[in-house]
């Protein structure tokens, strides 16, 4: 073997090791990423498996009267928020946001009737609106980002303008009642203050 094959041979092989250790780092990096997403996934559904038990034990330890609202608020809030980390679906996220605001619809239920018996002060049950409110509000933007937005081209087909106008009709109508009824309860609200102070 000459001189010259020999350092052929030799750049040859230190080549190839060089393009093999690319490679190497890049499956090293790929299994690290699928590592950390396993990783994460399972994090996110640790965290909402516990904070769905931190809800049930605050729940019922507010109606036996052993915390107030506001923790009671806070639990509710920290698991809709895992829970919408945990998915970027639009139809899930919708979903999970419907089945919170209906949670908290009857947790301001349970509030309104501590307050009833004089055992909770009007402020817990502004907070537990103001979740309510909250939860409405994240769950109609939502439906806002994910219903078809019309272009400015007028390029979207009547069924499709059809379409986007029954789901901002249905919006609206869910507002003005929710509206209504913010209204109705502040009405009530003030009559009860003012037959207090007289």
Known sequence: MTRRTTVISVTGFLFSLLLLIPATAAERQSKASNDDAAQLKAALDERIKVL?????????????????????????????????????????????????????????KLVQAR????????ADVLRAKS????LKIKLLRERKRKSPQMPATGTQTKDERGKVAADQRQ???????LASEISARLDKMERRLSQMEE
Do not use: M, W
Not at 68 to 95: H, Y
Not at 115 to 122: F, I, L, N, P, S
Not at 131 to 134: A, G, H, S, Y
């Open 115 to 122: 307050h009833d018996a004089g055992t909770v002060t009007d």
């Open 52 to 108: 769905t038990q931190l809800v049930d034990v605050v729940t019922s330890q507010y109606q036996a009267g052993v915390v107030d609202s506001t923790q009671l608020f806070s639990a509710a809030n920290a698991l809709c928020g895992a829970q919408l980390d945990a998915t970027e679906d639009p139809e899930k996220r919708i979903a999970l946001l419907t089945k919170q605001v209906d949670k908290a619809s009857d947790i301001l």
């Open 171 to 177: 919006e609206l109508a869910e507002l003005k009642q």
């Open 131 to 134: 979740l309510c409110l909250d």
